[in-house]
């Protein structure tokens, strides 16, 4: 079935570094992805998606792009605040089950000031 | 928009007791969705409404686990009898669908305790 692998963490940066959260995907067909966020005691937040290949979803400062030759969509900040402290979900929805959110495992960022 | 809400934010509860979780998703969405979210388990859709039909239940653990949405604006998850492994954090969703990637708004959760 469809899934999505992402980096463990936890990941520890200082302010202003590069950031970079790698998510890789099994699915068949052309499925959708995303990147959603997790703030303290709050629901997830979507980041950024993108819903065809070579799409690059941005938000925030935040990048992706969907790579269906190496079946990634990796996320990168080129500098990272105290604010982007958070849990970092990879997720996909299938093309042909679509309404089915398939979740990473989450990625724990911290960002040092 | 007040966002999706849910109730109560926490809920302590003894073993063999029954919990209900409630959920109002965003005016005018046709889909809700019940997620549930444990370290060792991640993120699990348990159940799928659309248009007030469940279409995808078989992320319901067992059948102590039973979800309704009786009209557009109110959902309710119902764990009876509850058991020490249903703690978790519990996320009700919704969005308008439309096709393919389509965005869930989450509510912020009902964290459950089972002693």
């Known amino acids: 079935g469809d899934s999505v692998t992402q980096m463990e963490g936890p990941v520890t940066l200082s302010e202003e570094a590069f950031l970079t959260i790698n998510c890789t995907y099994t699915?068949?067909?052309?499925?959708?992805l995303f990147w959603y966020v997790q703030y303290p005691g709050e629901g997830l937040q979507l980041l950024l998606k993108?819903?065809?290949?070579?799409d690059k979803g941005s938000n925030k400062g935040f990048e992706a792009t969907y790579r269906k030759e190496t079946t990634s969509f990796h996320l990168e900040k080129g500098s990272v605040q105290v604010s982007d402290s958070a849990v970092y979900f990879c997720?996909?929805?299938?093309?042909?089950?679509?309404?089915?959110?398939?979740f990473g495992a989450g990625t724990t960022v911290t960002v040092r000031a | 928009d007040a966002g999706v809400i849910q109730s109560p934010r926490h809920e302590v509860t003894e073993m063999g007791q029954e919990v209900t979780l409630r959920c109002k998703p965003i005016s005018g969405h046709n889909s809700l969705f019940w997620y549930r979210q444990t370290m060792m388990r991640g993120l699990e859709l348990l159940i799928y409404?659309?248009?007030?039909?469940?279409?995808?239940d078989s992320g319901m653990p067992e059948d102590r686990f039973s979800a309704k949405m009786p009209n557009a604006s109110f959902s309710t998850l119902k764990i009876q009898p509850s058991e020490p492994r249903d703690s978790a954090v519990y996320f009700c969703?919704?969005?308008?669908?439309?096709?393919?990637?389509?965005?869930?708004?989450f509510g912020s959760g009902t964290q459950l305790s089972v002693l």
């Open positions: 409404f659309n248009n007030n039909v469940p279409i995808d």
């Open positions: 993108a819903t065809k290949a070579d």
């Open positions: 997720a996909l929805s299938g093309q042909f089950n679509d309404y089915k959110l398939s």
């Open positions: 969703a919704s969005t308008y669908s439309q096709g393919p990637g389509e965005k869930l708004f």
């Open positions: 699915a068949t067909g052309y499925p959708s």
